[in-house]
Structure formats: C-alpha cells, structure tokens
C-alpha cells in the first residue's frame, strides 16, 4: 500500500539497481546513475530523472537560486519554444548550425528551441528598462533547454536535453559590468562549494558563439572531461586550451644551406620524420582550413611537433573554420606545401609564432616527394606577421612566470560571458541615459548546467561502489537499513528510529528484508551521507551502527543517544 | 547600484506598470498580469514571466509538491522532447492532431514536444516495476509542456507553452485504482484550498484524448471560463457539460395530420420559427458531422431548442468527429433534411433523446423550401433506439433529483483520469503477481496547470484595481511605501524598517520617491497582502499605516508595535 505520510520506503522507491557494470557506460557518473536507478535514457542525449537525482537537482537548484537572489538577481522564466522572429534579429537563426532545433507551429510559424536565452533576455527586457534608474539589473531563469548534440555522451555530462540556470545582467558601462561580472564569478565560487565541489577552478575561456570579449569557464578537473585545461602550478595561471598560451623554447640550431632533398611518399610529418631522421620540431608543417559561408582558403605554417588551434584561429579569421576536405580548384601540392618558394594564388597564408627565427627546418618544396632542408625563418621567406595559433604543448613554458605548464581534462560545469553589446545593438535595446540621451546597454551572461553539474559531483565523490553525496545535495540524509534474521525481526524498531529521525531528517528505509549485502551495496549505490544499521546482534545489546558513506566515521550509538550522534556527526561533514 | 544583499527594492524590479487597459486584454488576470509586469507575450500563446509571477508560480509549485510528497508521490523528470517511437506505440503519434508538435533532429529521426507524459510515465516506469511488490507506486513531474492550441488566449488561462504537474499512478487492481484516485482528489482539493481558491469545484467530465472511463475535472466557476458547468443547487450535481446528463418536459401536443407546408428559404431554425409561428421546442432539427479519417457521415435528429453535445457524439460514434463541411457527393437535402420520409443512403443516422414520443413536431420535408407539420415520432417515423447526444440547456431537471439545473462558466485548473490500462497495454507494460503470472497495470493520471491556477487566482481574488494575493502563494508578504514630502525624507526609516522584517517576511521597498498616487497604484498592482505605509504626518506621531490589500484591516500602529501587528495581522489572513 501505498502510505499517504509521505514516507520513503526503500520497496517503493522507483528505479532498479544493478550489479553489473553497463555496457556503454564508461565513466564513474554515468556508471552510477545507470546502476543506482538515477536515470534513464529516453533517446540519444535525452533522459528521465528518477526521484534521486531529482530530489539532487532540486537541492543544487535551490542552492543556486538562492546565490543568484543574493546578488539582487530577479528569478523570470523564459519560454522554451521561441519564435524565429526573435533570433533572426540577433541574427543567430542564419548564424547557428544544426544544434539549434527548427520546427514549424501548425499554421506554419518558424520556431525554435531555445539551446540559450540572449534573445529572449533582451527582448524582455527591452521595454521594460528603458530609463537609466533601472540599470544595472539581472535576470535569470532555471529551465529547459535543447542543444541538438552531434556527439551526446557520458550520461548527464553531455546531453541534448539539459535544465540550466541562465542568467543575463544589463550595464550602463563597461566597469559597471566588470563589477558585476566579479560580483557574478564569487557566487558561483560559492555554489560550487556548496554542492561540494570547491575545487572547482575558473579559466580563461573563448567567448565561441556567444560573442562578447571577456569569459570564463569554471572546470571541475577530472578523467571525464572532454575539455584540456592548461594550468601553471607555480603562479596559478589557468586556461581552456582554446585560448591558453605558452612560450616555446627555440630549437636551437644553425643557419645551414638550403636544399632540396628526394622523399618519396613522405606526405605525413611521422612518415618525413622516419624518412629523414629529423626530428618535427625542426620541421614547418601546412595545414588547410575552408572558411564557413565562403570560398576562402586558409594555410597556416606551425613547428611541426605543435597542433593548429582552431579556436585561436577562429577568432583571427572572425568566421567559423573546417579542416579543408574539398581541394579542387586549390594549387596547392598537397602533402608537400611549404613556405620556401610557395604558390598559393587566392589563399590567405598565416605563421605561427612558433617558426620565428627559427633555422635550419625542414618543410615542403611544393613539388610531390620532394622536401628542402636548410630552411631559414625571415632568411628564405618573410612572414609579414606572426600570429598565435597553436595549441599549448604540455611542458611549455608559462607565458607569466616561465613554469611548465600542465595539460589536464576538465569538465565545463558553468561559465560567465562580458557579451558587450552583441544583442542589445543588434536587437535595437536602448535606454535614455542621465543627460536624456540614447545609449545601448552592455550586456553579461552566466550559465550552469544543472544535471551536468550533479553528474561532476559524482566524478568528484564516489568510491568503488557509488556516488558519495555531499550533505547538502544528498537525495536524503539518513538511510536506515534492517537486517533481520530467523531469530528477530528487527524492522519494527527500524521502523520506529524512522518515524523519530523522520522529523528532523530526510529519511529513506530499507524495509524489504534483503539480505545485508543487498541492502549495504544498495545504500552504496544510493550514496546517502548517513547510514544506520539495526542488526539483531547490536540491537541486542540495545545498540546500532552508525557509518558515513565515506567510511571515515563508523560507531556503534545506543538507541538512546543516536539523535545526539546524529546531530554531531552532521555538524561534522555538513 | 545592484545591491548585494538579495533586497527588493521596487525600483530594480524588472516589469512596467501602467494605468492604461491593455487593448487585446478582456479578462481580469490576463489585464492584472499584462499591467502590473508580470507577464510579456513572446509569442502566440507563448509568455516570458516576470519576477512577481515566478514567485508566486515557486509557491504554487511548492505547495503541490508537499501534497505530491504526502500522498507519497515520487518526483521525477521527464524529457520535453521525446522521440517519435513512444508515441507510435501508443498509438498517439498517428491519433493526436496537429496539437502535437512534430519536428526532426539534425539526423533526421522524428521528435514530439510533450504534450502530456503518459508514454513517458510508462516507458520509465515499465522496466522498473516488473514484481508486484513494488505497487501501487506515484511518479509526478513539475515540467514545461507545449500543446500547440489553435485558439491561445486570456494570457495564462489558455496558452501554448505551459507548466504542468502531471502525476502518473500504477495499480494492480481497479479497486486500489480507485482508492488511490479518492486520495489524489481530497490531494487536489488540499492543494486548490491552500493556494486560496477553496471553491474550486470537481465535476464529471470526459477523458477525451487521455482515454479511460472514469475523470474529474476541477474547476473554477468565473466569467472567463470557456467550459460549461452543469451544477444543481438542490443535489449537488456537477458535471462538464460534455457529460452532463438532464431531464426535458415534454413539450405537451396532441397528435396531428401531416402537412407538408411550403416554406420559401426557411433553411434555418430561426427562419422557420419566423415563418411558421411555431416555437422551436416543436421541431426537429437535423445536424451533419464528418467523422475524422473516414468518409463516414453523421446525421443526427435533435429537438431544435437544443445543441448536439460533440463530446457525447465523439464516445457514441468511438471517433473524432466534425461539424460537415464538404457537402459534396452526400444525397441529403441540406436545410431541409428530416427524419420522415428520408432518404439518407451511405448516412449514419442518430436519434436524440428530446424527440422521443413528441407529437406534432415540425420538420424538413426532404425537399427544397418544404417542411412537414403534425409529426409524430413513432408513428410517422420509428427510430431503432435513442440516444442521450444534446447539450443541457439551463432550466433542464436534474437526472438526480428533478431540480432546474444551472449553467455555469468555469476554468479548468485540474484534471484526474482513470486511465486503466489504455497506456500499459498499448505498450506492454507488465509485471509478475504472487502467483507468477503476467499481468496489465491499471494506471491513473492527474494533472494541475500551474500557470493557468496562477492566473485563476487572479480571477477569484482582486478588486478594481489589481490582484490582491492570498498570502500563500503572494509575491511578497509586506509592500512598505514610503511617502516623503519637501520637509522630510522618510526613506531612512522605511529602509530600517525595511531591513528589520525582511529577516522573518519577504518584502518589497518602494525606493522610487514616487507620489502616493503612483505608490498606492503599483502597490494594488503588485497585490501583496500586507501594506505599511511610512508617511511624514504619521511618523511625527511615531506611527505607520498598517494595511491589508483587500481593505478589511487598516489601522495606524506605533514604530515599536509594528511586529507584534504584523504577526497579528498575518495569523488572521493566513
């Protein structure tokens, strides 16, 4: 039956447990959230929560709420089905690709759904704050969103589905929203110690589709992530790889004479570096890249032992770039491209930083099979400039203090923009300023993602056997397991010990007589902070067990003293 | 400045207030939510909220799910955007119209916008319930919905985008079914109660597209309701219009001749009243409806005083039905279609209730501008059976007592389904009984607008001039205006003031130096219940204005009083 006191009884909550590792999971949240009846996939990149994660999420919601409520942000809800009209005037329904979802109403009306909420800001906003007085102010909604993933993963880490917490603040100057934006960056330091994760650490990011200048991404550092953060031990310098720096050491090496040398079918750096003996940093290597919506062609030249960053190059291009597929109609000796003696009519030609000065290389001849070696940098050719567009390599030096720098992977569990005036100008929001003149307002944005956020909690708090939730984003606090035997029923007093912790605690009984090993791996999987086991032979020395999920407390209480163990222990790990 | 205090100060609050009516608005929460800045139109029947409404939408929400939670309800949450294939095994992919949303990914597969989650409930809940034990369980989902309507209107009353909780239940009998939707109702009248509208009514009401026997709806008796309520003041008797039931007098008539009279461009009822003399309780009308993916076509006889019910018609005929449009190829005499002497071939044709024995009737005569006088049903005509397929028309006798029956115009804020086994059978859900064998689950479902309850509120609770909020479910709890005048500043004290309650009640400062007028008009707007206004004249003699916003208690109170006041005041409205 069910209970109409809103008790939770183990038998009745929803959501199987399972032994078995799943098959296409392969990191820990997803593994756990899989095994524990967190969730469910419903299709790709889109699942059904279960009580648990529910019960997490409303936590981690609450918490958020209440940071943003604490820097004055006022909560509103935008819809997620968002008119065309709308982001043709921000002119993101042209400029977004395929992970904005389009659809018609039934009258034929353009819709999309909304992946972030920049365009409905403004457009709220607009009418409503359009005297100087209002300003600064920030809104902020908990909702919904749809992101048409090409590669949806890892369970809640990278769905197509996802609840966010957005928010939008409104300036009436640049240093008015820096203020704000630091104002911003503390709360969120502080949400993220309080769901348990301080060690949260906020990078230098690139501002990607959102447009804007200055961002930050905050990363929690673990095997999941898909991102590489680039950090400095020494003086804390912290970067995402898409706009991290590093300095090189030169190669040292001789000026020497050109020449051309005979290498048959070494049209691959590994292959040229086999056939010569040399090793890729002291190779230039050519890479082609095709600009999105247009016809241009774009060659780097980079030390060959360096990647081409395309986030770097993005942004010197101001467009979307692809690697080049298509190269009909390009003269270019492809495989043997290289700066010495190159023709390349109608192709825009870039240098990394990376070959300044640099002497005695090796690169392409442009002639099939053939390469020169000898090559000087600013001696046999002459970059107009140098750019930066390579990505980090591990060891480099720190572009601050001169450390090596360290590539980790990381996570992206929120991130903050300084948009600047992207969506206010384009979409036309104006206010009238002290002197009764029209100004546009300048614009932030910050984001977190809700269930990618509880999923990081996993990869930051599990053992062998589950999650290990943090206090104050457990999906209860107190789970009470009953082992019975022939000899004793001892669900009676368990069931007692429920009702009293019930009225101070989030409680969750074990009441269907499984065996101790069934229940302790269930209770793992479940990862509440606070375990109490009544067994018969503790119970008959009017006793129980009292365990952290962590293991670091473990005692037996008499019955009599539990809730005062209770009480010190939750002070103790809150 | 933003303050960083999480304080409410009326002049950072996002949302303009104006004194105009708004010109598409003709309701009273849709004008109070447009004027008072709690709601913007981004769409047809699409609205962001503001501030206010999303405070008062977070109690609402609350409130259900401390009721969800006490009738031991487990929350979960289901994807908004769900793939094509739950809905084909439902069924309902092919059998909603174009309500439901349809659109595709980036990879082509086919996706709906949840409408409503059964498909969902059952797909969750079909792998994780296989054993008898774990029922009867509860799952119940706070989430976004989009029904595309075609007639959105009267801001959140009728919209396309809309927050819902819909409950889905899970049963192994019909009789556990029943005793748990007896729950879930007094659950319902808890909730209704608690959010301030305790004169919400449940009535008997058609399942429609939900499928299933067995449904109430829960409504609101108000002018801007768009549903017909059938309520006896004497019995108690309630019921949608859709399928209520009444008794008609007979209209008293002696048998008479047959006569077919010429009746020149009489087509209509109101014609032939005119040009007969005759009223139209003494004819008989005939109605055409096309019936949905076929090419079968209704007729159905009525007493001409009354309208055919379509929602009776629907369940009579098992289908979707529509009034006929395309006449074409069908061999009736349309405008003088009549059950004597018809020739109907390929026609379904019905007989309503009304007509049964009446003597003397008038109707069409098969024939352009000709209709019969003097008939008698069953005599000149002999249905086979007839059916109970009109609308109630006020005055009608109660089926239960006898007593005039009344029509009522109500909001639907609720609704609750015994859905049985429609859902677990179409998608073969099963589980294991104690005696091993397979077995259906009997399902229920509940559903409460969160949005449109909001709105509703509004409905039943303002004045001339704004809402006026149950304390539950307000905005805020206390409104402090603060009125200067050239010899003194009162906004000290209203700021100390301010600071002091905020720490046991949430309160909203008027910072604007604005005059009374102004003030007190944002301040109805806002509805908050409780008003301290802080004016120069009062506060020479030390005091303040105390103030509730529906007018019952005003009353000055001395600086120092002011918290026992408010405590007075708030166990009185509460």
New interface residues.
């Given amino acids: 039956?069910?209970?109409?006191?809103?008790?939770m009884l183990l038998?009745?909550?929803?959501?199987?447990r399972y032994k078995e590792k799943p098959a296409d999971a392969s990191i820990p949240s997803h593994i756990f959230m899989l095994k524990g009846?967190y969730i469910?996939q419903?299709?790709?990149g889109?699942?059904?929560?279960?009580?648990p994660?529910?019960?997490i999420?409303?936590k981690i919601e609450n918490i958020i709420r209440e940071e943003m409520?604490?820097?004055?942000g006022?909560?509103?809800?935008?819809?997620?089905?968002?008119?065309r009209e709308?982001w043709d005037e921000s002119g993101r329904y042209e400029s977004v690709g395929?992970?904005l979802?389009?659809?018609?109403?039934?009258s034929g009306?353009d819709?999309v759904?909304g992946m972030t909420h920049e365009e409905?800001a403004v457009?709220?906003?607009r009418?409503?704050?359009q005297s100087y007085?209002?300003y600064?102010?920030?809104?902020y909604?908990i909702?919904?969103k749809?992101r048409?993933e090409?590669r949806s993963r890892g369970g809640l880490i990278r769905v197509?589905?996802f609840?966010m917490k957005d928010a939008y603040s409104f300036h009436t100057s640049q240093e008015d929203l820096e203020r704000?934006y630091d104002?911003c960056h503390k709360a969120y330091e502080r949400i993220f110690e309080r769901v348990g994760l301080p060690e949260v650490i906020s990078v230098g990011s690139d501002s990607g589709m959102m447009g804007g200048a200055v961002a930050h991404e905050f990363m929690l550092l673990c095997d999941a992530g898909e991102d590489t953060i680039v950090t400095c031990d020494s003086c804390g310098y912290k970067a995402n790889m898409e706009v991290a720096e590093g300095v090189l050491d030169k190669v040292e090496a001789q000026p020497a004479e050109i020449k051309k040398v005979h290498t048959p079918g070494a049209n691959t750096i590994d292959a040229l570096v086999d056939c010569l003996g040399v090793p890729a940093e002291r190779m230039i290597k050519a890479t082609m890249f095709a600009v999105e919506g247009s016809k241009r062609v774009v060659l780097v030249f980079v030390r060959a032992d360096l990647e081409v960053n395309e986030a770097k190059l993005k942004r010197v291009i101001g467009a979307n770039i692809f690697p080049l597929v298509d190269t009909e109609g390009i003269d270019l000796t492809f495989g043997y491209c290289g700066p010495y003696n190159l023709k390349a009519d109608g192709v825009e030609v870039y240098y990394d930083r990376s070959i300044e000065g640099a002497n005695d290389m090796v690169s392409g001849a442009n002639e099939v099979d053939y390469h020169y070696t000898g090559l000087s940098v600013g001696r046999d050719f002459q970059p107009e400039r140098y750019i930066d567009v390579a990505k980090v390599k591990e060891g480099a030096k720190c572009c601050n203090c001169g450390a090596p720098l360290k590539l980790n992977r990381g996570v992206e569990v929120g991130n903050i923009f300084q948009l600047g005036t992207k969506y206010t100008e384009s979409m036309q929001m104006v206010y009238t300023d002290q002197d009764g003149k029209q100004q546009t307002p300048i614009m932030g944005c910050y984001g977190i993602g809700v269930g990618r956020l509880a999923a990081c909690i996993i990869e930051s708090h599990h053992d062998d056997y589950g999650p290990i939730w943090p206090y104050a984003v457990a999906p209860w606090q107190i789970h009470i397991c009953a082992l019975s035997n022939k000899k004793m029923d001892v669900q009676p007093i368990a069931r007692e010990l429920y009702d009293k912790l019930s009225k101070n605690y989030e409680v969750i009984l074990d009441d269907r007589g499984a065996n101790a090993g069934v229940q302790f791996a269930d209770a793992d999987l479940l990862g509440v902070p606070i375990r109490i086991v009544v067994s018969v032979k503790n119970i008959e020395n009017g006793e129980v067990e009292i365990s952290t999920r962590d293991k670091s407390i473990q005692t037996k209480v008499k019955l009599e003293d539990i809730e005062a163990e209770i009480a010190k222990i939750v002070a103790q790990i809150q």
């Fill in positions: 039956m069910l209970k109409d006191d809103g008790t038998s009745k909550l929803l959501g199987e009846g469910r419903v299709g790709n889109i699942y059904s929560m279960l009580m994660t529910k019960r999420v409303n409520d604490a820097i004055d006022q909560e509103v809800l935008f819809p997620v089905v968002l008119p709308l395929s992970e979802v389009r659809f018609h109403d039934r009306g819709y759904l409905a457009h709220l906003a009418n409503e704050a007085a209002k600064p102010f920030m809104i909604q909702q919904t749809f048409d090409p197509r589905e609840t704000y104002i």
